[in-house]
């Protein structure tokens, strides 16, 4: 039975492992953090606009697993927003030990706190995964799913300081990309004005910390839109985002809250005290990033040249999905590299004897090209 290893636990880590699992491989997942799914811990919003279609397709090409589980754990169906029909938010307090349990019920191996630091490279193929506790991980096909946030230093340096996220570098390490580690030069995303990467969308705020009013609302129709005071609109600020589905003008003359079990705030950051201006939030706190009043992560600054079987280039044996493989920006995109995946693995380890395995990954094509 054929090995695979999946660096990073994320939507897209947890995805391409149920893929490879599908398929017959023996499945190890490394996660830095003790969590699985990465940023998928501060979404929520699934099924908007054209991710509906991209959806209802994933489950009919055989990639349901992970939807089942978003819409089992949504809390609100079919609303409309600014610019957004039909969309479902699942809640994010609720989501994570969900996804856990199907992993282990799938008999996938996971690993967590467990950060990978370096690659065995040996002729263009990765042999193992070094560990920051000394352990090698050893396989025979490795799918990066690292995304590209962190390490900190890029958020101080690109962004308004480490806002301190869900992906807590400081207490579980920073992201390391293992394409560059195995030397293959990462792809930067830039901004309008040629600065790199982008700011995340999106806050969270403590539901409790808000009115009754207002958590009444979310509860019962899963939106809240208050107008912002025409002096304080910053249409600017749009252009930072990595979501421009979300760079419409609605969203800077409003403040947007969304029922995501806490109150998702669709607004990249937003300054505490122009915050608690508002009727109903004058009690307001971040839950997340806690240093939402000045910052947010940043993103897209890693990304690994790869091919249309998600092959990243030069090396025989090292796929990548998820925000490492492109310009992706939601939970939709990152569940349906798996599907892009299952020609790629279907064939690899279905159709090629084991000992074919590295030159087989650099001939096939996929049949789901992105
Ligand atoms: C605030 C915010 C709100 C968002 N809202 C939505 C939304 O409502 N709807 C939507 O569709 N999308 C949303 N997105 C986008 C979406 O969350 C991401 O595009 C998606 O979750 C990225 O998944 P990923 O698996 O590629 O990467 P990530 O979620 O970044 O996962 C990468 C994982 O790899 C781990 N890792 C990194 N380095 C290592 C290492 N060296 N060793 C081991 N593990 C490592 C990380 O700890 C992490 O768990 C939002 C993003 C943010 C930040």
Known sequence: MAKVVVIGGGWAGVAAA????????????????????????VGGIMRNNGRYTATEECILLGGKELFNVTDKASRHVNIDFPGHKHASLYDVCKVEPMVRRLLIEMDIQILLRSRAIDVDVVDNAIKGIVLQN????????FIETTG????????????????????????????VSISQKAGVEDLVGKRKDGSYGAFSGSCKLNKDSLSQEIIDQLN????????????????????????????????????????????KLMAPFYPLEKLRQFKGLENARYEDPYAGGVGNSIRYLSIA????????????????????????????????????????LDFILFTSPQKNLYSTMISIPCNFIN
């Open 18 to 41: 149920i893929t490879a699992k599908k398929a017959g491989a023996e499945v190890t997942v490394i996660e830095r953090t003790d969590i699985l799914l990465g940023l998928g811990n």
């Open 134 to 141: 000394g352990d090698v991980i050893e396989g025979d096909v």
């Open 148 to 175: 590209s946030t962190g390490p900190m230093g890029n958020c101080l340096k690109y962004g308004n300081g480490c806002s301190m996220c869900i992906l807590r570098c400081p207490s579980f390490g920073p992201r």
């Open 220 to 263: 019962k129709k899963g939106v809240v839109i208050l107008p912002v005071p025409k002096k304080d609109i910053n249409t600017k600020k749009l252009d930072m985002k990595v979501c421009q589905q979300y760079a419409l003008k609605e969203y800077a003359e409003n403040l947007i809250l969304l029922d995501t079990g806490h109150a």
């Open 305 to 344: 040249p790869r091919d249309n079987t998600m092959k990243v280039e030069k090396l025989d044996n090292l796929l990548c999905a998820g925000e490492k493989a492109g310009l992706f920006v939601g939970h939709t995109d990152e569940c349906n590299p798996k599907v892009r995946q299952l020609g790629l």
